[in-house]
């Protein structure tokens, strides 16, 4: 198994970067890694997803914590077992009127030693992921106190 982190300041409070980060059905118009999404809801949140990658790769998997306004994780695999597993996980840390995003990719399976570009690509995945939500985030308006 293979872990890459990356950790983002944004100048803003937890809660912007929560509805943001939370809001899955909305990744794939600020997120450019992020294709699809599909949320399908019952006993448990499950997610189907179309990522751009050096390829494209299609992952399913569960929502498996969701902490507001602190923690998003899930788990998700490749449609062919043992070929890729993903654990993903998205963490708002508050700092003085910001908030420190830590995003980390734990990856295993076959799929990274067959196509070694997948890993090698993954701290340029997380860094767009991490761009495109502090722009979208930092671009909202900020809400004034009545």
């Known amino acids: 198994m293979r872990t890459f982190t990356l950790t983002t300041p944004i100048a803003t409070d937890p809660e912007r ?17 992020v294709h699809r999404l599909k949320v ?30 602190r923690l998003i994780k899930w788990d998700a695999g490749h449609p062919v077992w043992g070929l890729l597993r993903v654990r993903y996980e ?10 420190d995003v830590t995003q980390t990719v734990r990856v295993s399976g076959l799929l990274p030693r067959l196509a070694p570009r997948i890993l090698s ?8 992921t991490a761009h ?15």
């Open 17 to 33: 970067v929560w509805s943001t980060a939370a809001a899955f059905e909305h990744y794939p118009t600020w997120n450019p890694v």
């Open 40 to 69: 399908e809801t019952g006993w448990s949140t499950r997610l189907k997803m179309v990522l751009r990658m050096p390829r494209t790769v299609r992952l399913s998997g569960s929502l498996i914590e969701h902490d507001r306004p």
């Open 121 to 128: 690509s993954l701290p340029d995945v997380l860094a767009r």
């Open 132 to 146: 495109a939500l502090k722009q979208d985030v930092e671009r909202q308006p900020r809400l004034r106190a009545a």
């Open 90 to 99: 998205l963490l708002i840390s508050p700092r003085m009127g910001a908030s």
